[in-house]
């Protein structure tokens, strides 16, 4: 967790310059060296997206737990609150599924440009 939370600050840059460096890179050709660092800086998001993903699920996990056992929710309950609450941690599977995609994405344009 503060892993996690010492990359939110690269995360928040990366995810807001990479695609205006990149894309700098990419019309202007004398400097294309900018698609690499825009590259570079979405990588900073994509590694925040993998690290997120244990803290989501611990979290998910956590959260059955304090629910099941406190007098939050009848026991009839317990396992509908369990699969809303693991579908929601699965959501952070798929924005990093997107987001290597993106990645993947930028590299090949980057390399179709040699």
Known sequence: MSWR???????NIGSMA????FFIGL???TISWLMDLGII????AVLFHLVTLPV???????AVGILGNGSFLAPDEVDGAKKVLNAA???YVAA???SLLQMLRL????????
């Open 96 to 98: 990093a599924t997107m």
């Open 41 to 44: 800086f979405f990588g900073a």
């Open 89 to 91: 941690a699965w959501t």
């Open 5 to 11: 939370a010492s990359l939110v600050p690269v995360a």
């Open 18 to 21: 990479a695609m205006p460096l």
């Open 107 to 114: 590299i090949v344009l980057r390399n179709s440009r040699e």
């Open 27 to 29: 019309f202007v050709p």
């Open 56 to 62: 989501e699920f611990d979290a998910s996990s956590r």
